[in-house]
């Protein structure tokens, strides 16, 4: 038998059936009956029984709704109709009817017993459903009403109802590249990055900690082995159909997470600038087919049926802050050259050839991506997009240490210390997951992600990942509180989104110790 609690809402292994739901409007999901209800047989002298399903009653994530689950069993099969009443108590001590009372298969004249089959909720049909008031514990109340019997009133388990928002995401890192080297000397197109897989990792680890019940995130970095979990273009575009087709994404309240961690390429024919993101194939001179173009990301993400879609790019697409080598420019119309360091998470290609960083003059907003993001309709969702800089600034990675005294000091990975290499991130990815976590109550049983001392702050007894809060500090005070080591100005995060803001999440951690011992690094 399963246990009522594995089913008291829709396990994410069953969403694939949600597809059929949404087509007949009634999901009947997979339930058992109590080994004395098996076939629901009368016993004794019983003249009617009812047996209810372990749950008796399941949330229909998808259209908000509560479906019962039960079987009816009469002397000699007569017709019989049914009348029904459900209860919850939401958290306040009250309990409460959830919906007016509903008689089903009664009709008039001689066809007043219109139902004959003991499975009366698929002869039934759609006049079951409930609606689904909130968190609670629910029950049902049942009335048989048999052709020449007298009713019978049968009450269920009172059982616990959830329905958290469905999360999807797709976490991508890329660190190593197989046309990279370490160093510009090597001739290589492209400078491997040393923690953009950290980077995925960690923010993939935080939303398996405070979101157990969702899917894991699926984890595309450099650093598997498996073919299939490596980002190259086919890959991360296959996942993103995977979203689009996912049947468990159906609700206003679910969420999709595009998060991205590598090089942002910045690509040039003279005329018209293009941004790419970076996959493991990455090739300046055939970018279509080793790049993933930012207008096909964002056209996916705008077809997933998810209400709130966040969008987070540790890239960047710029690099003027940096002084420019017009000498180097070759006398190209419109763009200036100069050579970068290799903490920054850029690549720059021009006409199918790497090169120094350039500035389309004129087109100022060339360097933005997240202008891409006006042009999409998300059909009345809610989406967020967040970006490691500004247009002119570099996204850098390295080694970050939290102060006592606040903020953090940051070294660029190509200035770190043997030692500070194994645990360094992208500047802003640090940052990012840093101030969410410290949104995070203290007493949550949380491992920290980051490799440093476990510094959850907020005397909040609610569980939540907000990322306007975090977009507003990060792109406020915590950058403000940055020491860099070297001398150059620090990245400025970049945003958009669109008119309504992004909820909170309501975190997910179960109210036990998860085991997690914290081993700070920092």
Request: a negative charge; proline letters at 7%.
């Amino acid at each position: 038998m399963v246990p009522a609690v594995a089913l008291q809402y829709l396990t994410r292994a069953n969403m694939t059936v949600i597809a059929l739901s949404f087509a007949t409007s009634l999901w009947l999901p997979t339930t058992s009956l109590a080994d004395d209800a098996t076939s629901c047989q009368l016993g004794g002298d019983e003249t009617a029984r009812v047996c209810f399903a372990d749950p008796p009653l399941v949330v229909n994530h998808c259209d908000g709704t509560i479906s019962p689950n039960f079987r009816i069993s009469r002397k000699d099969d007569v017709p019989y109709y049914f009348s029904f009443r459900v209860f919850a108590d939401l958290g306040n001590g009250d309990v409460a009817l959830v919906d007016p009372p509903k008689e089903v298969g009664h009709g008039a004249g001689e066809r007043t017993y219109l139902l004959t089959d003991n499975d009366a909720v698929t002869q039934a049909g759609t006049s079951l459903m409930i609606p689904f008031k909130g968190d609670g514990t629910y029950y049902i109340e049942l009335t048989v009403h048999a052709k020449e019997l007298a009713p019978i009133t049968k009450t269920s388990a009172r059982i616990s109802l959830r329905d958290h928002p469905f999360i999807k995401s797709i976490v991508v890192g890329v660190s190593r590249y197989d046309n990279g080297a370490d160093d510009q000397a090597s001739g290589k197109p492209v400078l491997n990055l040393r923690h953009a897989d950290n980077d995925a990792h960690a923010f993939s680890e935080m939303l398996k900690q405070l979101f157990p019940d969702s899917p894991e995130p699926v984890l595309l970095t450099t650093d598997k082995t498996s073919v299939d979990a490596l980002p190259t273009p086919d890959n991360i575009m296959a996942e993103l159909s995977r979203a689009v087709q996912d049947p468990g994404l159906c609700s206003e309240n679910d969420w999709f997470i595009f998060y991205f961690s590598g090089h942002g390429v910045l690509s040039s024919d003279g005329r018209n600038t293009q941004h790419y993101l970076s996959t493991k194939l990455l090739d300046p001179s055939n970018l279509p087919s080793t790049a993933v173009w930012i207008g096909d990301l964002l056209t996916k993400i705008e077809h997933v049926r998810a209400g709130n879609k966040l969008i987070v790019l540790d890239s960047c697409f710029s690099g003027t802050t940096r002084a420019p080598d017009t000498a180097s420019s070759g006398g190209e119309k419109g763009l200036t050259i100069s050579q970068r360091p290799s903490s920054s998470k850029v690549q720059y290609v021009y006409k199918g050839k790497s090169v120094g960083p350039f500035q389309s003059v004129n087109d100022p907003d060339a360097h933005r991506p997240a202008t891409s993001m006006n042009n999409i309709d998300f059909a009345g969702g809610r989406a967020l997009f967040l970006a490691a800089a500004k247009s002119d600034h570099e996204a850098e990675e390295g080694f970050e240490k939290p102060k006592p005294t606040g903020g953090i000091v940051f070294t660029p990975s190509d200035l770190e210390s043997p030692e500070q290499k194994e645990f360094g991130h992208g500047l802003y990815t640090f940052s990012l997951v840093w101030t969410l976590e410290s949104l995070l109550p203290k007493q949550l049983k949380y491992k920290e992600v980051l490799g440093g001392d476990l510094h959850l702050t907020s005397d909040s007894d609610q569980c939540t990942l907000d990322f306007m809060a975090a977009r507003s500090l990060v792109n406020g005070d915590f950058v403000n509180k940055i020491e860099r080591t070297s001398g150059s100005d620090l990245q400025k995060p970049d945003s958009t989104q669109t008119p309504q803001d992004l909820p909170s999440i309501k975190c997910m951690l179960p109210p036990v110790d998860r085991g997690f011992d914290v081993q700070p690094n920092h």
